[in-house]
């Protein structure tokens, strides 16, 4: 996560006119996903001063005209417009609904004023398209959902996407990956006005983490954006995820987009928001998790078929990427599904990824490219949701998956 609390401390300092440090406006918007919205209004518009958590005072703000249809068909009504953003230290954007549509200019127009006058902006999950189209994330870093982030990138290619990060605080500007990342943000956010002490008795009280370490990655799914499929490139990508079981590197994808290594990876960050080393090893993990979750192959012949130049490759970056060794990952997954629904799984896997050696003809990218037409599917806020059998008594959870609550 990256920090920088002196900075946040220094630009709340300058703030002008009527604006004060522990006065919060949440800007609010039509077809918002309601958990993300009702983050910000949990952690500062309730009071807890028995808990020893100082106040802050919110003010939700309408960011077009109401009333405000949320998820489920919810209809809210703010008690105040974009002129109440006047008064605020912290403006907090906890969403948007459609990362392909620009937001309200009114709403873009407080937040570059607000931000002019020293207040401290927040962008929440896909918020941070918001904070994009202000022009305020121009020349610095910051984050979305691991989902958006891609999209985000090659949208606003002067804002440095990282896509691992749970939250990014940048001084003045702070932005979070989705849902649960947006806790940890605004955790941090009391952290750093009131300390660790009020920030671990907000946690207490929220049932979470203090402070989460770590990032996205083991949650990342290296998918590409819809927008690829009219690219040069997306030819080089298929014809990658359709090959890794062969082993192949960067420079071989260069030579097939016909471009210098320099080119591709300038290109290929553009496209996705990922360096395509990094891609491509996350998409070989990928495979290697689907084959340890549905096959009985041993993990040398795992690596093999994945592509790795030796099982010693796919055990370090397995643990990088999911902080568990191959075979343990395995056995846990054993031991939470049903036996069944394994070998049906397995026999699906093995018409799907082709063996070892020289490629047979078959179609090996319908797996790994599945989890775009998810990605696509999805709106803001529709994160992928586990399984049913997900959080189940007794059965132990795999490796980086937190507990049922």
Do not use: N
Request: aromatic letters at 6%; a neutral charge.
């Amino acid at each position: 996560m990256s920090q920088d609390s002196a900075t946040a401390t220094e630009a709340a300092r300058k703030l002008t006119g009527r604006r004060r440090r522990e006065v919060v406006a949440v800007l609010l918007f039509s077809g918002g996903p309601i958990f993300e919205s009702s983050i910000p209004l949990s952690v500062f518009g309730i009071d807890r001063q028995d808990a020893g958590v100082p106040r802050y005072r919110l003010l939700v703000c309408g960011g077009e005209e109401g009333p405000l249809r949320t998820t489920g068909g919810l209809e809210l009504t703010a008690p105040y417009g974009l002129e109440a953003i006047s008064r605020a230290g912290t403006v907090v954007v906890p969403a948007w609904r459609s990362i392909t549509s620009p937001p309200p200019a009114e709403a873009l127009d407080a937040l570059r004023r607000a931000h002019e006058e020293g207040a401290r902006i927040v962008g929440l999950c896909t918020g941070a398209f918001v904070l994009a189209a202000a022009g305020l994330l121009d020349g610095r870093p910051a984050t979305t959902h691991w989902m958006y982030a891609p999209t985000l990138a090659k949208r606003y290619p002067s804002v440095h996407v990282d896509p691992r990060e749970l939250f990014v605080d940048d001084g003045d500007v702070l932005t979070s990956a989705g849902t649960a990342a947006g806790i940890d943000l605004c955790l941090h956010i009391v952290r750093t006005d009131h300390g660790t002490e009020a920030a671990g008795a907000l946690a207490r009280r929220l049932v979470v983490p203090p402070q989460r370490s770590g990032g996205q990655e083991r949650y990342l799914d290296r998918s590409l954006p819809e927008e690829i499929g009219s690219d040069p490139l997306a030819e080089v990508v298929a014809w990658a995820l359709e090959h890794l079981h062969e082993q192949f590197d960067v420079e071989t994808l260069a030579a097939r987009a016909y471009m210098s290594r320099r080119t591709f990876d300038r290109r290929f960050r553009s496209l996705t928001g990922s360096a395509p080393l990094q891609w491509l090893i996350t998409q070989r993990v990928l495979q290697a998790q689907r084959l340890l979750e549905t096959s009985d192959y041993s993990v040398d012949e795992v690596a093999g078929r994945c592509g790795f130049r030796s099982p010693v490759a796919l055990r370090g970056h397995f643990r990088r990427q999911l902080g568990s060794s191959p075979a343990a990952y395995r056995a846990a997954y054993r031991a939470r599904r049903p036996q069944g629904v394994a070998e049906s799984a397995a026999t699906v896997v093995e018409t799907m990824v082709p063996s070892q050696g020289p490629p047979s003809g078959r179609r090996g990218s319908s797996m790994s490219s599945a989890p775009v037409a998810v990605a696509a599917a999805a709106g803001p806020g529709e994160h992928s949701l586990p399984g049913p059998d997900a959080f189940v008594p007794g059965r132990p959870a795999l490796p980086g998956q937190r507990s049922a609550p």
